[in-house]
């Protein structure tokens, strides 16, 4: 990793924040694991001087890895016990998010959720604030390019047995079901399973022409690369989850990357104005362009930034703003487009191929 | 003796009764309402708090215990199939693929964010166990699909592995949950003991003030009532001295207050009705006296005035001097009627015009004094009407004193009017003055008892009685506003049915009489020597034997002496030693017939009751008919006797 004096005083900034109690700032609390931390770095690194100067504190919580249930649950409650917490962005997934989402709405702390999709997020209080698309949007989108784009008659579903999964498998069975479809195969998988086994006998039994991968990148990657192995007329289309860092994705999923369809809510692109310093920040910090990923949660911690200084350091007041955007008052224009926390906004996601290592756009896609 | 009347305590400003109930039953209602919201606060939280968050742990475990006894019977089939390893069951593969392959249930996602979050972690690690446990399995059937029996001979250590750490969790889970439910139920339990010392404890602060609130009630309600009861039991027993204490200013205090002053105006009025009762009495002993003298100075001058030597102007004073007697005598008489009328009514026939004049002659001194001018028209072809004569005539009295009072208080032209008629209703008479009116506040209530516009000086009770009587009489009276200003009553009377035309009586009976009283014996009984005298003198130049007697006693022993050869006797009703009653009671036994023919000369009947058509006096009683009353002109006693010289029997 490439050093660069201004991060290295970011860091030291959030970190030291994160080693005792912020007196007299807001707070923002920072809900992932411990490499899921770089937005927060360049977030900060992005905040108007005034607030770098101690008015709001970017904290993450260094002290826990892993995203397990009883993880999550005890990072939340570190979180919102934070002197001066005004929000939280947050958590990792859909299951630590829903299981987490009621101890902010007790403690009254806003938490804006950048990359969870499952609908179940919308039903929790008025203290959650969804970015990403939800899971039946997201389903709906991998059934239109299967069907509709890639023209796939046997579809098999390989999705990670958690809510961020079976809530993709499910949306996305029911939006077959509407097409007179249904899945030739459904197979629930959990971190660390013998995916080889799995997805051999799988393909053996259902002879699918497009298999739908719903997990991790890492998990995605290697059922990409046995699919790929074991037929590869096989198209693999991935949900959001595999998305991550490309380099990582192409070097696990081997040959079968180029034949890989990715799902994600954002693409570098230093074309558009608005992405350029944040894309810049990141190739100077990592020497690579910022993941979907990431991208959402910096944008997710420049929007609550954003309403911490315009709403002041209530609680209330900044969950009051936030839901006040897109409707009272225009969308949070962010790097990964316009933000609104209303349901029926518009939220981007995108089809992408691997081309030469890099991402490429499929134009068509929503087209379809 | 009447009680002495209990000082009034001293009033304060107090609710209404009707407050004090509203009051009442409001604090009721508060109380009622402030125990039913008390334990809803303390118990509902408790109980909302218990079901809110047992419901979803209890959904959420079910589902968590379904899906792993589920999953434990998939494994447990799973092993059979592993231990009986090839040629493999394809059928049952694919039953325990697609089982194992099934979605969880949706509602467990939305049963996380509701279950407490002490239980959360626990449900969602065991959550994640059963997951484990599920593609463990399907990894073991994938290998058998494969043909891998032992690769999956081997991996079904892991998986029996994995269903003991599913059931750790699980246990886990539910041992929370249950020191969950434990924990709630104590809470619950404790909130609800609270209650319950604390409804105890609303109870008996319930049972404190109930008496007080009934004290309060009946210190309000039951003593003054009491009071008021025993007030009107006084009344009842005679004592109109009965006064209630105005304990407060409520319903009650001005219901006491309206009391009091009803038995202070009935024990005024009782007091003045004395005094009337009196003063009457007075009026005829005096009028007894008076008219005795009236009588004689009539009868002598009327004698005198038959002298023709008399020089003109000696002729002219005696004229004048008669005309005075005998105006004087008719005032006395007009005092005396008025005296007698407070008896029982008599159901008779009234000429209202007669009685009207009459009326308006007893107050006439009135007018002159105050400059009042009297506009009378009485219609001359009016009816006899329905009623009792006297007591028509205290109505109009009464009417004309309350005209006169009100124009007092005007100045003059002072302007009373009285127009009569009759129409297809019955006979009708106005009266109306120019004074300030009646207030219109006080018309409605005019006729009730004890209104007045005299203030003290009035009892209230006047036309309160004015229109008992004319009901009585078949009438009635109603007051409104003059056009030109003042007071106007209006009086509606009912004809007499059998009287279209204005007809005196006697009219009707005058019988024809002889010329003079030639030859007729007639004994004058009287103990005034100077009214016999003259009547003597008079029925001698009239014709007649007369002889005289002092009293009784004098009278039956001329009578003795002449054997009762008179043909008529003329007898004062009170003379010394033997009255006119006495003697008339003696002749019945005597001389029967004698009896019947004696004519009486009175100036006061006070002393006698009325009968239907006689006089008593003890017991004894005489002709009413036969009575005349002083003064009476020397004509019409010559008259009486020369009637009951026709009508009795020849004398003995």
Not at chain 1, 270 to 289: A, M, N, S
Not at chain 2, 293 to 319: F, G, K
Not at chain 2, 396 to 406: E, G, K, R, T, Y
């Amino acid at each position: 990793m490439r050093s660069h004096l201004p991060l290295a005083f970011l860091v030291l900034t959030v970190a030291s924040a994160a080693c005792k109690e912020p007196t007299g700032a807001a707070v923002i609390g920072y809900a992932f694991p411990r490499d899921g931390q770089r937005a927060a770095l360049v977030a900060a690194a992005s905040l108007p001087p005034d607030t770098t100067n101690g008015a709001i504190r970017i904290v993450g919580d260094w002290d826990s890895g892993g995203t397990e249930s009883s993880v999550e649950i005890a990072r939340a409650r570190r979180l919102v016990a934070l002197p001066g917490v005004m929000g939280v962005v947050g958590h990792a997934g859909s299951r630590g998010t829903l299981l987490t989402a009621p101890i902010y709405s007790d403690a009254g702390v806003p938490l804006v959720v950048p990359t969870a999709t499952s609908g179940r997020l919308w039903e929790v209080g008025g203290w959650v604030f969804p970015m990403a698309p939800s899971d039946s949007v997201e389903a709906a989108f991998l059934g239109q390019v299967a069907v509709d784009g890639l023209k796939a008659t046997r579809i098999a579903v390989y999705f990670v047995n958690s809510a961020y999964g079976t809530g993709i498998r499910t949306e996305l069975a029911r939006w077959l079901s509407n097409r007179g479809l249904a899945p030739v195969d459904e197979v629930p998988y959990v971190i660390g399973a013998d995916l080889e086994t799995l997805v051999e006998a799988s393909v053996r039994r259902s002879r699918p022409d497009l298999a739908v991968l719903v997990g991790r990148r890492i998990e995605v990657a290697r059922m990409a690369a046995l699919l790929f192995e074991l037929d590869p007329s096989i198209r693999l289309l991935a949900a959001d989850g595999a998305y991550d860092q490309v380099a990582e994705l192409i070097s696990e999923a081997g040959p079968a990357a180029d034949s890989l369809y990715l799902t994600t809510f954002w693409v570098a692109d230093t074309t558009v104005p608005v992405q350029r310093e944040f894309i810049h920040r990141y190739r100077l910090d990592t020497g690579r362009d910022p993941t979907a990923f990431e991208a959402m949660r910096y944008d997710a911690v420049m929007v609550l930034a954003q309403a911490i200084r315009e709403a002041g350091p209530d609680r209330a007041r900044v969950r009051d703003w936030l839901h006040s955007l897109g409707g009272s008052r225009p969308p949070y224009e962010g790097v990964t487009g316009d933000i609104s926390f209303r349901r029926d906004a518009h939220r981007t996601l995108l089809l992408v191929r691997l081309r030469d290592g890099v991402p490429v756009t499929v134009p068509e896609a929503g087209v379809w | 003796m009447p009680k002495s009347p209990r000082p009034a305590r001293r009033r304060w400003r107090a609710l209404s009764i009707r407050t004090l109930f509203l009051l009442l039953v409001g604090m009721v209602g508060l109380y009622v309402l402030g125990v039913s919201i008390f334990l809803a606060v303390r118990m509902h939280p408790g109980a909302v708090l218990l079901r809110r968050d047992t419901e979803p742990v209890v959904e959420l475990f079910g589902m968590l215990n379904g899906r792993s006894q589920r999953l434990e019977a998939q494994v447990r089939d799973l092993q059979g199939l592993v231990t009986l390893g090839p040629p493999g069951y394809p059928a049952q593969l694919n039953r325990l693929r697609d089982q194992l392959s099934e979605a969880p249930d949706e509602r467990s996602t939305r049963a996380y964010t509701a279950v407490p979050e002490a239980m959360r972690t626990a449900m969602a690690t065991a959550d994640e166990a059963i997951a484990r446990l599920e593609t463990a399995a399907l990894e073991v059937v994938s290998l058998l699909e494969l043909g891998r029996y032992e690769a999956a001979q081997a991996r079904m250590m892991s998986v029996n592995a994995l269903v003991g750490e599913m059931n750790r969790h699980l246990a886990e889970a539910e041992r929370r949950g249950l020191s969950d439910l434990v924990r709630r139920e104590d809470e619950l339990s404790r909130a609800t003991g609270q209650a319950l010392r604390a409804v105890v404890i609303w109870l008996v602060v319930g049972l404190f003030f109930l008496p007080t609130v009934l004290l309060l009630a009946y210190r309000r309600l039951g003593a003054p009532l009491r009071d008021l009861e025993e007030g009107l039991t006084q009344v009842a027993e005679g004592d109109l001295h009965a006064q209630v204490p105005i304990r407060h200013a409520d319903e009650i205090g001005r219901l006491a207050e309206h009391f009091n002053h009803m038995t202070s105006v009935l024990r005024e009025r009782a007091e003045e009705q004395g005094r009337f009762a009196a003063a009457g009495e007075l009026i005829a002993g005096v009028a007894h006296e008076v008219n005795n003298p009236l009588m004689a100075i009539s009868a002598i001058t009327q004698q005198r005035l038959e002298d023709n030597d008399l020089r003109a102007d000696d002729r002219q004073d005696l004229t004048q001097i008669l005309r005075q007697s005998r105006r004087a005598g008719k005032l006395l008489s007009g005092l005396l009627r008025f005296a007698r009328s407070g008896g029982e009514p008599r159901a008779e026939t009234a000429n209202l015009g007669k009685v009207l004049r009459e009326a308006i002659d007893l107050v006439s001194y009135q007018f002159g004094v105050a400059e009042i001018t009297l506009d009378a028209r009485i219609d001359p072809k009016l009816p006899r009407v329905m009623g009792d004569p006297a007591r028509l005539e205290q109505v109009f009295v009464n009417l004309l004193s309350n005209a006169i009072h009100a124009v007092r208080q005007v100045t003059p032209p002072r302007l009373i009017t009285i127009e009569s008629g009759q129409d297809t209703d019955g006979v009708w008479l106005e009266l109306t003055d120019n004074g300030p009116g009646i207030p219109t506040a006080v018309r409605r209530r005019i006729f009730r008892p004890f209104v007045t516009t005299k203030g003290r000086q009035g009892t209230g009770l006047g036309l309160y009685i004015s229109r008992q009587i004319l009901r009585d009489a078949g009438g009635e009276i109603e007051a409104d506003a003059a056009p030109e200003g003042g007071a106007r009553f209006k009086l509606r009377l009912r004809p007499a049915e059998d009287a279209d035309l204005l007809v005196t009586p006697s009219d009707q009976t005058r019988p024809v009489l002889p010329a003079t009283l030639d030859g007729v014996r007639i004994l004058v009984v009287d103990d005034e020597a100077a009214l016999r005298r003259p009547i003597a003198r008079f029925l001698t130049r009239r014709g007649a034997v007369v002889e005289e007697a002092g009293d009784g006693v004098e009278a039956l022993e001329r009578i003795a002496a002449t054997e009762g050869r008179f043909d008529v006797l003329l007898a004062d009703l009170r003379m010394p030693r033997m009255d006119g009653v006495a003697l008339h009671a003696e002749l019945r036994k005597s001389h029967p017939v004698l009896a019947d023919r004696v004519v009486f000369l009175s100036g006061d009947l006070s002393h006698l009751t009325s009968g239907s058509n006689s006089m008593r006096a003890g017991e004894n009683t005489i002709p009413a008919d036969r009575i005349l009353l002083k003064p009476v002109s020397l004509e019409e006693v010559e008259t009486r006797l020369l009637q009951v010289v026709q009508q009795a029997p020849a004398a003995d």
